[in-house]
């Protein structure tokens, strides 16, 4: 679109670490950035350019999904209600034994198609086949952090290396620098030490960050302390995972002060999941401690098969409200701070210094929101309304780096209902192969 000015809106602006604020003023966007925010009664850029009217609308970043498994859109509805290990152990990994490049693309473009119309405009995603997935991403013009999911104990793990700098080599910096590639071994009790002194290696060699998952479970703590007479973080620490990489660690369900020491000592993007540890019956990450011992922290739906949607408005209004209840305590974790955690401080998590903010100099990464459903009336308190009562359905255009992605809440660039169809296509001859049903 090159220039054009965001007119009428309510900005959510920062106000401080850690905060948001609504302003009411205009967005001047130019070269796919922010190029300037005007205050009310001052029109940003010149008046001849295009303008979009956002009146009786919310214009705030678009929200990072942290931590995702997009391909597994597939398996929605497949395995529910079991616990995470046998859930992965007797449903999800045979099935993915049969997963072929083709059914991620489609899922992957699935995934998108349903993060970018609920106005996520980055996700980190951890996977298989991942040449499929960031092409999806780059055809729906998404931002993504992509890794190949790495399992040190089973065979053919060295082969999952070789694809990973292949992977590197082909996509990092590439849809104009919006896709990024990252290495991605699963979790502490399926990577040996032996083996992620070998993803460490290659992480250093290429100069990409790490993804992983990290003290999910209670079976997954007392694993590692048997094996290794420490937490799942102390183990990370022990390997050299937290010395000076870049590292995107999901979950943190089960974190003491020591192992929160460590994460904040590294610099290390805690990313929240809670819709996921819910179902699974997980537990409830310490999120308040989090944040009050300077943990970067961001959110995440985890895959759509172990969260039901992709969907971070859901995950804010959990996340507060799991942490006000446990807590007994209404004022913890406010609707200020939440909008944070799903746009600033998702994309620092990630590793991402120019998204996430409404701020000149930054990505023009934006999603309008539609303020006028019953739902969303009246309007005492933007924030809140945003924090608790928005969902998808309310999310009106959204732009990556200045581009129309969603408008009028359809998208752009590739029709909705072929992607629908070809992913059900693909679900449906998946399962068929897998036998389990």
């Not at 409200?321 to 200020?336: F, G, S, T, Y």
């Not at 309310?394 to 992913?423: H, N």
Request: hydrophobic fraction near 40%.
């Amino acid at each position: 679109m090159g220039e054009f000015v965001i007119t009428g809106g309510h900005l959510v602006l920062p106000a401080g670490e850690g905060r948001v604020k609504v302003q009411a003023g205009d967005l001047f966007i130019s070269g796919g950035e922010i190029a300037e925010v005007a205050g009310p009664g001052t029109p940003a850029g010149s008046g001849s350019i295009k303008t979009v009217d956002a009146t009786g609308c919310a214009v705030m970043p678009g929200l990072v999904n942290a931590h995702c498994h997009g391909a597994m859109s597939l398996f929605r509805g497949y395995a529910d209600d079991l616990p995470l290990m046998r859930w992965l152990e007797e449903w999800i990994w045979p099935a993915e034994a049969h997963l072929t490049p083709e059914d991620v693309y489609w899922g992957t473009a699935l995934a998108v198609l349903e993060m970018l119309r609920g106005g996520v405009t980055t996700f980190a995603d951890m996977y298989f086949h991942m040449d499929e997935a960031a092409r999806a991403t780059a055809d729906l013009g998404m931002r993504g952090i992509l890794s190949e999911g790495l399992i040190g104990i089973k065979r053919g793990g060295q082969e999952d290396l070789y694809r990973s700098r292949a992977l590197f080599e082909r996509w990092h910096g590439s849809a104009g620098g919006r896709l990024q590639v990252q290495l991605g071994p699963h979790a502490p009790y399926t990577c040996p030490p032996e083996y992620m002194e070998q993803v460490i290696s290659l992480a250093r060699e290429l100069g990409c960050g790490i993804h992983i998952h990290v003290a999910e479970t209670t079976d997954e703590v007392e694993e590692i302390r048997q094996e290794y007479g420490m937490s799942p973080v102390q183990y990370l620490d022990r390997v050299g995972l937290l010395d000076g990489l870049p590292l995107i660690a999901a979950h943190c369900v089960y974190v003491d002060e020591e192992d929160l020491r460590l994460l904040k000592t590294a610099g290390v993007g805690v990313v929240h999941c809670p819709g996921s540890n819910q179902k699974l019956g997980s537990g409830v990450a310490p999120l308040g401690q989090m944040l009050e011992a300077g943990v970067t922290v961001g959110l995440g739906t985890d895959g759509a098969c172990s969260t039901g949607r992709l969907d971070l408005w859901s995950e804010m209004r959990a996340a507060a409200l799991m942490q006000k209840a446990v807590h007994r305590d209404p004022e913890r974790i406010p609707a200020a701070t939440m909008l944070y955690l799903a746009t600033r401080g998702g994309a620092k998590a990630c590793g991402l210094e120019d998204v996430g903010e409404l701020s000149v100099g930054m990505k023009a990464d934006l999603a309008i929101v539609d303020l006028s459903a019953p739902h969303l009336v009246p309007h005492h308190d933007i924030l809140s309304l945003l924090a608790y009562s928005a969902g998808p359905s309310d999310v009106r255009d959204v732009y990556v780096e200045g581009q129309p992605v969603v408008s009028g809440r359809r998208t752009v660039r590739l029709s909705e209902q072929g992607i629908v169809q070809k992913a059900l296509m693909a679900a449906e001859d998946l399962v068929g192969r897998v036998g389990l049903v």
